[in-house]
């Protein structure tokens, strides 16, 4: 499929960074998440209608018209919505439960590996900029940031640290708390940047 022939559409879009989270609309024709950070080869995207919620603020988020953010800054993005592969472009894969360090949160999840092989080959084959994890949950001690579950976070490859299979038998459940559940959102709008 040509994107060029696909109308442009708006996908909303939330980024966390280490200081922030990001939310807002970006313009594009692709249809996932995970296609908009690995397919673009600009260093950058730019969001409309922005919020920007501080880590650790107690104030509103601050807002902007339109917001540039580095793609390398992004730690990951979350997407509430399962988004379906293009069937004509659709591979195959096998879910393998991961758990992946990219401080300071932490992301547990499926990632999706290539079938008949094993987990460290598929490690070793990753080179996605943006990898996703799909039945996430995510969060934060340090940051004081609750879990919270997402259908996929696409988290930035280059700023892992750790990503290693999840067996909750192997002693890891000491790191995967429960997801929070009707954790109380902040206000949509604060002091404009503009």
């Known amino acids: 499929m040509l994107y060029d022939t696909v109308p442009l559409r708006a996908i909303p879009m939330t980024l966390y960074t280490e ?88 992301v547990m999840g499926n990632i999706h590996l290539l079938p008949e092989r094993n987990f460290r080959d598929s490690l070793a084959e990753l080179h996605q900029k943006f990898v996703p994890v799909t039945d996430a949950v995510f969060w934060s001690d340090r940051e004081r940031q609750a879990p919270q579950t997402a259908a996929m976070v696409a988290v930035n490859h280059s700023r892992a640290q750790i990503l290693a299979p999840f067996h909750e038998a192997a002693g890891w459940s000491a790191i995967a708390p429960e997801p929070a559940r009707d954790r109380p959102r902040p206000p949509d709008r604060g002091p404009s940047l503009a």
């Open 19 to 106: 200081l922030f989270v990001v939310r807002g609309i970006l313009q594009t024709r692709f249809h996932r998440v995970t296609d908009i950070l690995n397919g673009t080869e600009e260093p950058s995207i730019v969001l409309e209608d922005v919020s920007l919620e501080e880590f650790g603020s107690d104030g509103a988020p601050a807002t902007a018209e339109f917001a540039q953010v580095n793609l390398s800054s992004i730690l990951f993005a979350v997407s509430l919505q399962t988004v379906q592969a293009v069937r004509e472009l659709r591979t195959p894969k096998v879910a393998e439960r991961a758990f992946v360090s990219i401080p300071p949160f932490r």
